[in-house]
């Protein structure tokens, strides 16, 4: 038996400010190779904090922030290579460079970890959420995740889809020159009308997903399983959007100190204003619940802090002032980003 497993990863779990699963995969990952950024630095680095992606066919992808820029910003960050590789669909032949059968999957998977580095995969354990890949023992994968039961590395159930591998490749640039990139990329993005074609982004995001939580002629044409499948994607990017600002308004904290006394004010004015959009944001949950949430018996929703609402499914009132709550936090955003368009190096 080849054998190979990488001690001392650190568990991942819902719950934990970690909730973006690329992201807080990432960070269990980079930690282990040696690296002092946590959770906040990532997801600020990455400008995935302050942006929102909404996929026109409501997929529940839209929250993954392995897809459109992020990856490329925190690599150039850190000074490193970041490579994506997909598993090739049973049968089919080799389009791009990327696609590999699960063989030489396999093997890209078993020369990182004995090269001592953990491996970023998609789906070791459904639902298909972002872990990391901490060992092998033959073609039996180890992993940490976050649906795992028990402290131990998992095996994974499924041979994942998706797979990211990481190496430092060059001196990662001046700290400094990364954050103040980091905020003009975020500026950007909030302009940016969409991403990898299907994924409205940053204020036409906003815009798309207003219209169509008021769109109830459309919403009452879905059948039973489409409807709940979309009650559950709008309560995941929610939770998502809420969790991505709270980390924005952290990293802003962070970085304050690194730049001028003028620009250190407007840093924390954005920082401050993402503080309230957050609140604000926590407060309207009621409006964006989860369908396990629901408490049939007492005939109400259970929302995080133990708040109830009364009735068992996601209601008219609550795609109408959730589209309300979207017009708020959206203008709130602008303010932001204006804020930040100010800084200057």
């Known amino acids: 038996m080849t054998t190979k497993i990488l001690r001392s990863i650190a568990p991942l779990k ?3 400010s970690m909730e973006s699963t690329f992201f807080g995969a990432m960070t269990v990952a980079l930690q282990f190779l040696g690296e002092p950024y946590d959770y906040f630095d990532l997801m600020g680095l990455s400008t995935a904090a302050f942006n929102l992606k909404f996929h026109t066919s409501w997929c529940p992808s839209s929250p993954d922030d392995s897809i459109g820029p992020y990856p490329e910003y925190i690599a150039n960050a850190f000074g490193y290579d970041f490579r994506f590789y997909h598993l090739l669909e049973e049968g089919k032949k080799q389009q791009n460079k990327t696609d590999f059968n699960k063989k030489k999957m396999l093997k890209i998977i078993q020369k990182e970890i004995t090269d001592n580095r953990p491996v970023l995969a998609i789906d070791l354990i459904s639902p298909p959420d972002w872990g990391v890949i ?3 023992e033959d073609d039996k994968l180890l992993g940490r995740t976050y649906h795992d039961t028990s402290k131990d590395y998992s095996i994974a159930k499924n041979f994942p889809w998706i797979i990211m591998t990481m190496k ?8 400094l020159d990364s954050i103040y990139n980091s905020l003009k990329n975020a500026v950007k993005l909030f302009y940016t009308n969409t991403i990898n074609t299907h994924y409205t982004c940053g204020l036409k995001a906003y ?11 459309k919403i009452t044409e879905l059948d039973e ?8 994607v709008n309560a995941w990017i929610y939770s998502s959007l809420i969790d991505a600002r709270h980390a924005a308004a952290e990293y802003l904290n962070r970085v304050c100190p690194e730049f001028s006394k003028s620009d250190a004010e407007v840093i924390k004015e954005a920082a401050e204003t993402l503080e309230d959009i957050k609140s604000i944001l926590f407060e309207n949950w009621i409006y964006f619940p989860f369908k396990f949430w629901v408490k049939e018996k007492e005939n109400r929703i259970w929302i995080p802090t133990d708040r109830f609402v009364e009735g068992i499914t996601w209601s008219t009132e609550m795609r109408t002032k959730g589209a309300e709550v979207l017009e708020i936090v959206k203008d709130e955003e602008k303010k932001v980003f204006d804020l930040l368009d100010q800084v200057e190096m």
Do not use: Q, V
Request: no cysteine; net charge negative.
């Open 168 to 175: 430092p490749n060059k001196e990662a640039p001046i700290l």
């Open 225 to 232: 399983e489409k409807f709940n499948f979309r009650w559950h």
């Open 14 to 16: 819902w719950g934990s």
């Open 134 to 136: 901490t060992g092998f």
């Open 207 to 217: 815009e798309y997903w207003i219209k169509e939580l008021r769109d109830e002629e």
